[in-house]
């Protein structure tokens, strides 16, 4: 906040005839006054639009997303800054994701969001666009349809809720559920202090306050330079984020004027320094897929290769669970992500460009850690290596990840037995059988959990521990799936084995008593069955029916990627320019 007055140095170089608004409302003939007449239907006039750029809102709050209640207040805030520098703010709802709510899962719908964000912004008089997100896909659809649009936009996260609480212990979203949720199925806790813990583990509109996916990706966005330095860990609750949004408002008007776009923003240095801040966070799994599908957006040709790469090199230095102790908050109060990044600023390309119109360097000069057992220094990390490690093998050709530091060790070379299901209500019927043939050696697997499979990846790669064991006390075990599973979610699964089982992929030929090897340091995923027995499951393999016969789905299941690619739609991926609407 302090730095603002050094922001926004670029030379000016739009005039107000260059804006894409000038279009709509600053020409002379019949359709132009029909814009310029409906806007005085509501009350505007001249002075709201004459030679300013129109900003466009994109504001994903909705009734049935808590984790943007405050979006809608929070807009006016935006729009306050808008108007304090000239522009002329337009709020424009789009589709919520409300990851707690929506069924089967978000990540179906990532791809529409980003579809919307593109086309409001495109087929309307809008020359810049702050990004109002935070819960899970959000953030990802914002930014990609923001990528494939073009203009100048600005990303405003929702920011973590408060810590959560029960009985005075801090509670974290999702992996306090699992938790408990494995501990009551354990028989050691009771329905009452169940109860108590559903009503003190979400205390406050925001996200998810542990290092899942939205803390990861808002990080993630933050690191790219499309957010102002500082926003992404700020409590949704704080009096800091309604005053950051309001600079986010000023600063958006400048972007349109100097037309900073995500283009100049946006290089592989730009995307190697998010996926660093990624492997020091304790980033969740989830951010492969979106990055991956970001950068593309971009026409960067990233992928997973990269992050095994960079998650050699930098180690987790945030103690945010799943893979550490503390939450998001702690995490803010500890410095946040400037913090952060000033700690592992050797590891960074600091001359990369940033909506601000500095660099990463400017953007984190002077930044300190102000309780170093939260954000830790290289030479004393939570875990030695980086959050996800790619692993590859004949039963994930593609690829699949695993996110070691929250792994128990001993399963990071591992050879086991596989139970294997079918689809999730197969496996969910056969974990709590009272005779399953299980050990915690053996290896779960679930197969049709993919992007087409499930539909639409869903977050079931985090399988419950069989009931069997849980009253031996195991609480981890090898997983193995094609799905996904929430940042919120820990253990040793192996997630986004690609290609997916419902497509044919190797992962469907699994048999329960096969022998699967896991060896993390190798990056080795191996399935111990000849080449030949292999090749005879295959030819006897049937395709199952797809999953939808109209409507979106259907348009999902033709187009989707798979994991490795970032599961965008291959229509999307083109970086070739989509020409700006005719105004007749
Ligand atoms: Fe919205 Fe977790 S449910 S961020």
Redesign the pocket.
Known sequence: MRRRNRWCSMAIRKRPEDLRSHRWLGVDDMRSFGHRSRFRGVGYDAADWTGKPVIGIINTWSDI?P?HTHLRSRAENVKRGVLQAGGFPLELPAMSL???YMKPTTMLYRNLLAMETEELLRSQPIDGAVLMG???KTTPGLIMGAISMGIPAIYVPAGPMLRGNWRGEYLG??SDVWKYWTEKRAGNITDDDWEEIEGGIARSFG??MVM???ATMMAIAEALGLTLPGFSSIPAPDSNHPRMSTVAGRRIVDMVWEDLTPSKILTPAAFDNAIKVHMAMGGSTNAIIHVVAMARRAGIPLDMEKFDQLSREIPVLANVRPSGKYLMEDFFYAGGLRALMQNMCDKLDLSCLTVTGKSVGENIEGAKVHKAEVIRMLNDPVYGEGATAVLRGNLAPNGCVIKPAAADPRFLKHRGKAIAFDDYNHMMREIERDDLDVTPDHILVLKNAGPQGGPGMPEWGMLPIPKRLLGQGVRDMIRISDGRMSGTSYGACILHVAPESFVGGPLALVKTGDEIEIDVDKRLIHLHVSDQELARRKAAWKKPAPKYERGYGALFSDHIGQADQGCDFDFLQSTAPTPEPEIH
Request: hydrophobic share 15%; charged share 15%; with cysteine.
């Open positions: 997303n984790c409300a990851e707690t935070g819960c899970d979203s999702g996200t998810c899942g996916t939205a």
